[in-house]
C-alpha cells in the first residue's frame, strides 16, 4: 500500500508563496491520478488540482493562473507551487492518489495559513 506524507504547509503573508510537497512511499508510475484538496472548517473537501500519469493537469477556478501542480517521478513526489496567496487559500491541504485499482489514498494534510 503506498502511503502519502505531505509538507510544505505553513504561515506566509498575502501575496506569498509555498510549494507543497507530497512525497509517495513507492513509485508515483503505479497511480493514475494524484492530486490536491483543501478543506476550511465546517466546509466539504475541495478539489484544488489533478494532475494525471499521462501529463493532463486540471485547476479549480478560483487557483487558475496562480497554483501548479506538477510531478517528480524519479524522486516519487508530487508538488503544489502556489503563487499570490490570498487569505481565502487558508486551509488545510490533503494530497489523493488513485490507482489504477481504483482505489484511492490520502495523506495526513499540511495546514497553510494565509495572513498578514
Known amino acids: 500500500q503506498v502511503q502519502l506524507v505531505e509538507s510544505g504547509g505553513g504561515l506566509v503573508q498575502p501575496g506569498g508563496s509555498l510549494r507543497l510537497s507530497c512525497a509517495a512511499s513507492r513509485s508515483i508510475l503505479t497511480l493514475r491520478t494524484m492530486a490536491w484538496y483543501r478543506q476550511t472548517p465546517g466546509k466539504q473537501r475541495e478539489l484544488v488540482a489533478t494532475?494525471?500519469?499521462?501529463?493532463?493537469?486540471n485547476y479549480a477556478d478560483s487557483v487558475k493562473g496562480r497554483f501548479a501542480i506538477s510531478r517528480d517521478n524519479a524522486r516519487n513526489t508530487l508538488y503544489l507551487q502556489m503563487n499570490s496567496l490570498k487569505p481565502e487559500d487558508t486551509a488545510v491541504y490533503y494530497c489523493?492518489?488513485?490507482?489504477?485499482?481504483?482505489?484511492?489514498?490520502w495523506g495526513q494534510g499540511t495546514q497553510v495559513t494565509v495572513s498578514s
Open positions: 489523493h492518489a488513485e490507482n489504477y485499482l481504483g482505489i484511492t489514498l
Open positions: 494532475s494525471s500519469n499521462g501529463g493532463t493537469t
